[in-house]
């Protein structure tokens, strides 16, 4: 399985882990949020970018990207939305 829990970001060595394909998460990169691996570009930029209005193909322009990376941003980003609990009081 390649996605790992929120939990697990960080084993006791605090040494980069693979969250999701093409998803790296690193104590020494821009905080421990995860990124595109071998990139210091965040997946919360990413999905921003789309969100704001801009296509996979500018956004892969502007930060030198492939597109199996953004799509991989988005479908990080699905998996996480689709295992979040909300609890209504």
């Known amino acids: 399985m390649w996605f790992l829990s929120f939990k697990t970001y960080y084993n006791n060595k605090m040494r980069k882990i ?3 394909n093409h998803i790296t998460v690193d104590p020494k990169i821009r905080f421990g949020k995860p990124v595109i691996n071998r990139t210091r570009v965040p997946i919360d930029l ?3 970018k789309i969100a704001d209005g ?3 193909d500018e956004v892969m322009k502007e930060y030198e ?10 479908q990080y980003t699905a998996k996480i939305v ?8």
């Open 18 to 20: 693979k969250l999701f």
């Open 46 to 48: 990413i999905v921003g």
């Open 54 to 56: 801009m296509s996979v």
């Open 65 to 74: 990207l492939t597109k199996n990376q953004v799509l991989a941003a988005l």
């Open 82 to 89: 689709a295992e979040e609990k909300i609890a209504i009081i």
